[in-house]
């Protein structure tokens, strides 16, 4: 038989026990709330806005470096350089005219046998003359040859100060991006230190009305401390690009201000749309970019390639030290000092020649034949190699891009879902039904969620900068449309 006494008693000791529990558990929570209500204010140091500067886009920023760059300006005089080596490598062909002057005093003296000397004649002599020499050039092969090589210098070094434009103006732009992505995050940090300040005082006010407590008010303390130290970092990081993107661009004085959109700075439009789903994993509607065919557009290969030819015409001018030169010159004189004394001597004389120069043999000019066709050799076969590395590397830099996209359109669908998530926490929050570390949760991830967003974009926007810079696109074309 059972004992209903033993039943009853089992279920009162069940009771008492759960009694007892309930009383622990509550001792706490009402701790908690008194210590909460001793808390001291909660203060942190004012964030300082960055400092103002002219905004300027980014097609701005390129176009301003190309022009006041000191650097870039002092490449471009190398320009002059070799246009004034190209106009002397012509001087060989022209006619050269010298003029001179000559003066002479002479004692006309004559020896005897007794050692003594007499003046015979009129005594000292004293010549004035004057005269011209022409030289024209007739058959000069190797001066020709001189003047392609020349060009080919000049082509050389034009191609050469555009590729270090090319170098300069992109990295104006990298710096750019590095400060617009900078000023996005602090853009990010301060939308989330606003939304933060509102659940910091949600949670003191539930805690107040004793339906929260102080762990609540914790929590949300240190997530506004972090997303404070977020602000002030990239801040600082804001304040270094803008630095480097002034002495990029030239610029003296306020440091300019990157100028962007919502858009690039990586803010999601509400909702999901099809678009960005379809984006997560499709592998792109354009096709992959042809290596092959866009190699020939890089600087590297460009500059390599002219300084081929113009190896190959230094080649052919030394070649041509075998060919002969035909000269024409005459020769003009006048003895100024005979004229005026109206002598019988003919005061007046010239010449008028030819010079035909035939070189029979010269050993020393074949060593350095030699050397030329093998440098020639070591050129080619450097630009096999430049053309099978570059086209490894375009490739590359379009998988990046392609990648990055993807990864792109993936943060966005992120961070629609964190904003939801977060909403929906708050909401639930608000209306006493939820806790506050879901909501801690939830904005924590959707402050995530934002960042990475921000990064991903600007890294896109970077890995477009560099496959065009790998292709050898001129960043003005680049840019268009940007």
Not at 7 to 15: A, E, G, Q, V
């Amino acid at each position: 038989m059972t004992n209903p006494g033993g039943k009853m008693n089992l279920i009162s000791r069940t009771f008492g026990i759960g009694v007892l529990l309930a009383g622990m558990v509550l001792v706490p929570f009402a701790s908690s709330a008194q210590v909460a209500s001793a808390v001291e204010p909660f203060t942190l140091p004012d964030i300082p806005d960055p400092a103002s500067g002219p905004s300027v886009t980014l097609a701005g920023a390129v176009r301003q470096a190309d022009s006041t760059n000191r650097s870039l300006l002092v490449l471009k005089e190398d320009m002059a350089i070799a246009s004034a080596k190209l106009q002397a490598s012509w001087a060989g062909l022209l006619p050269s005219l010298y003029g001179s002057f000559a003066y002479s005093l002479s004692e006309n003296a004559v020896a005897l046998d007794d050692g003594t000397s007499e003046v015979n004649g009129p005594g000292d002599t004293s010549r004035l003359t004057a005269g011209l020499s022409l030289k024209v050039p007739l058959i000069e092969a190797r001066q020709w040859m001189l003047i392609e090589s020349a060009r080919s210098e000049s082509e050389v070094t034009e191609l050469q100060i555009e590729q270090a434009r090319q170098v300069l103006l992109y990295s104006v732009a990298e710096a750019y991006y590095q400060a617009a992505t900078a000023l996005t995050l602090i853009t990010v940090y301060r939308s989330q230190f606003d939304a933060l300040m509102e659940h910091l005082r949600l949670a003191e006010a539930r805690m107040d009305a004793g339906v929260g407590n102080v762990m609540d008010v914790r929590s949300a303390q240190t997530d506004l401390v972090s997303s404070w130290v977020g602000i002030v970092k990239a801040g600082y990081a804001l304040a270094d690009a803008r630095e480097a993107l002034g002495i990029l661009m030239g610029v003296k004085g306020q440091l300019p201000m990157p100028a962007i959109n919502a858009d690039v700075a990586g803010t999601p439009s509400s909702g999901l749309s099809a678009d960005l789903l379809a984006a997560m994993g499709a592998d792109g509607d354009a096709a992959p970019v042809d290596a092959d065919a866009s190699i020939d557009s890089r600087w590297d290969l460009k500059v390599q390639k002219i300084q081929i030819d113009a190896m190959k015409a230094d080649l052919k001018s030394g070649k041509m030290a075998f060919v002969p030169s035909l000269g024409l010159s005459f020769n003009y004189g006048a003895d100024i000092l005979a004229a005026a004394a109206a002598t019988s001597t003919d005061p007046d004389y010239w010449t008028l020649g030819l010079n035909l120069s035939i070189p029979l043999f010269d050993f020393t000019l074949f060593p350095g034949l030699t050397q030329q066709k093998a440098r020639i050799r070591q050129a080619e076969l450097q630009v096999e190699q430049l053309e099978i590395e570059g086209a490894a590397a375009i490739a590359s830099a379009d998988r990046n891009v392609r990648m990055l996209s993807h990864m792109m359109a993936a943060q966005k669908v992120k961070t629609v879902l964190a904003d939801d998530l977060l909403d929906l926490a708050e909401a639930d929050y608000a209306n006493g039904t939820g806790l506050a570390i879901a909501v801690t949760d939830a904005r924590r991830t959707a402050l995530a969620a934002h960042l990475d967003l921000a990064t991903a974009t600007w890294e896109y926007e970077l890995g477009q900068l560099h496959m065009n810079r790998e292709m050898g696109v001129d960043i003005m074309k680049a840019l268009e449309g940007r």
